[in-house]
């Protein structure tokens, strides 16, 4: 009788010991993730009756995570397109309103956390970040600055470089979306974003929602 309580005993605390060295599924690995973002149209209007309408497009999402337990990671994505812009300017003088039309090229970096609330191959997640927002015009803001160098293929070569109005902003966000694990390194997510951007002189802040498709590579 000792000896088969021995035994149990010996049985209930090597698993014990097993249990609390294990380390959570996820926990301490590393993951990229790749994909196409599709961000919505927006509308703000600025000072003096001046305005800048966005269009919807799709451009390209990527970013890193690492995982300190099985549910919480923390990491950096970063989101790039280059959506049409009318844009409405309004003279000091009284003349006639300008109106333009251009691709602006808006790049995206943030600082995020998500929480996954399951351990299962299919799971939903939210996350939060922060960062910053780009926005190029791709109006030339003064002449063009001339460059001219020996290329070993093409010889003596000149090209004219322009220097373009844009501004970097503080930005955050947060998101909600459903992710899909398959095999052991792969996965794939699918999620809605909202982003705000600070920004002076407009009637309210920029915002930039999207639904993002991305293949999830583990290591």
């Known amino acids: 009788m000792k000896r088969d309580l021995s035994i149990v005993l010996a049985a209930v605390c090597s698993l ?127 002449p063009p600055i001339t460059g001219c160098w020996w290329d070993p293929l093409w010889g003596y070569i000149c090209s004219d470089f322009y220097s373009t109005y844009g501004a970097t902003n503080f930005s955050y966000g947060a998101g909600a979306g459903l992710r899909w694990s398959f095999g052991r390194d792969r996965a794939i997510n699918a999620a809605y974003r909202w982003l705000e951007i600070e920004a002076d002189g407009l009637n309210k802040k920029p915002v930039q929602e999207s639904l993002a498709i991305e293949i999830v590579f583990r290591f």
């Open 16 to 142: 014990a010991a097993s249990l609390a060295s294990a380390q959570s599924p996820r926990a301490g690995e590393i993951e990229y993730t790749i994909g196409a973002a599709h961000t919505f149209s927006d509308s703000v209007q600025g000072l003096g009756g001046s305005s800048i309408n966005i269009s919807s497009r799709t451009g390209i999402r990527f970013g890193l995570e690492y995982f300190t337990s099985s549910k919480l990671s923390f990491g950096f994505d970063a989101t790039w397109t280059e959506p049409r812009y009318n844009a409405v300017l309004v003279p000091e003088d009284g003349s006639p309103d300008i109106e333009a039309s251009y691709r602006a090229t808006i790049f995206t970096g943030h600082l995020t956390g998500t929480y996954y609330l399951l351990e299962n191959a299919l799971t939903p997640f939210l996350e939060a970040g922060l960062g910053w927002t780009y926005f190029d015009s791709n109006v030339a803001d003064g």
